[in-house]
C-alpha cells in the first residue's frame, strides 16, 4: 500500500540555517503531495502542496520539489528561525476513491536563537 | 479560520465511563476524520466518513465508534474509555478526498 518515510528526528538548528526534511513515499499511480506544519498545541496547517511530477509547492519561505524519478519530496528553507519551531508532516494522497491521506510520522524541528 | 471547531477542547474522565467528542464543520464538505496523535507514533486514523451515514474503519478503530447523521457533524465515541486512548485527537474535513484536509486544534483526553 501507500506509505510516506520521514527523516527521524528532532532536528535542532541555529536561527538562519539551511533546513532540509527528507521524506520519500511509496505508491501506485499519480498522488497529490503535502507538508503540514503543526505549532505547539495547535492542528495541522498545510504548508504547501504539489499535484505533479517536476511541481515545486513553496509557502512562506519553505519549498519541496515533486521527484517522481526518486519518489521524494523533501521540504527546504533557506533560513529558519525561532518561528518556525513546529512539527512537520509529509503527507499523500491516493488519486482513487474515498482513500484519506497518508501521513509521516512528523519531524519535530526546535531552532535555537 | 479551517471552518472546523472541536468540542470540549480539553476532558479528564475515568476509565470505563463513556465519552463522545464532537466535531462540527461549516464548509459542507463530504468528507472527514477523526485521529488520534501519540508521541512516537505520528498522526493514526481512527475513522473517516465519506458523506452521512457512510463511514469506514482506520488503522486503530478498536474501542471507538464514529456517527455522522447531518454534514456537518461527526461524532467519535469511547464507549468504555480505557488509559490507552488517553491521547489528544484532531479531527478533519476537505471536500475531495485527494485535496488537503483541514485541521480542528484538537482535543485533549485524559482518562484515569
Known amino acids: 500500500g501507500n506509505s510516506v518515510t520521514q527523516m527521524e528526528g528532532p532536528v535542532t538548528l541555529s536561527e538562519e540555517a539551511f533546513l532540509t526534511i527528507n521524506c520519500t513515499y511509496t505508491a501506485t499511480g499519480y498522488p497529490s503531495l503535502f507538508w503540514y506544519v503543526q505549532y505547539p498545541g495547535e492542528g495541522l496547517q498545510l504548508l504547501l502542496k504539489a499535484t505533479k511530477a517536476d511541481d515545486k509547492g513553496s509557502n512562506k519561505g519553505f519549498e519541496a520539489t515533486y521527484r517522481k524519478e526518486t519518489t521524494s519530496f523533501h521540504l527546504e528553507k533557506g533560513s529558519v528561525q525561532v518561528s518556525d519551531s513546529a512539527v512537520y508532516f509529509c503527507?499523500?494522497?491516493?488519486?482513487?476513491?474515498?482513500?484519506?491521506?497518508?501521513f509521516g510520522k512528523g519531524t519535530r524541528l526546535s531552532v535555537i536563537a | 479560520d479551517a471552518g472546523i471547531t472541536q468540542s470540549p477542547r480539553h476532558k479528564v474522565t475515568e476509565t470505563g465511563t463513556p465519552v463522545t467528542l464532537r466535531c462540527h464543520q461549516t464548509e459542507n464538505h463530504r468528507y472527514m476524520y477523526w485521529y488520534r496523535q501519540d508521541p512516537g507514533h505520528g498522526l493514526r486514523l481512527i475513522h473517516y466518513?465519506?458523506?452521512?451515514?457512510?463511514?469506514d474503519k482506520g488503522e486503530v478503530s478498536d474501542g471507538y465508534s464514529v456517527s455522522r447523521s447531518k454534514t456537518e457533524d461527526f461524532l467519535l465515541t469511547l464507549e468504555s474509555a480505557t488509559s490507552s486512548q488517553t491521547s489528544v485527537y484532531f479531527c478533519a474535513h476537505t471536500g475531495d478526498s485527494n485535496q488537503p484536509q483541514h485541521f480542528g486544534d484538537g482535543t485533549r483526553l485524559s482518562i484515569l
Open positions: 466518513s465519506y458523506g452521512v451515514k457512510d463511514t
Open positions: 503527507a499523500l494522497s491516493d488519486p482513487g476513491g474515498n482513500t484519506p491521506l497518508v
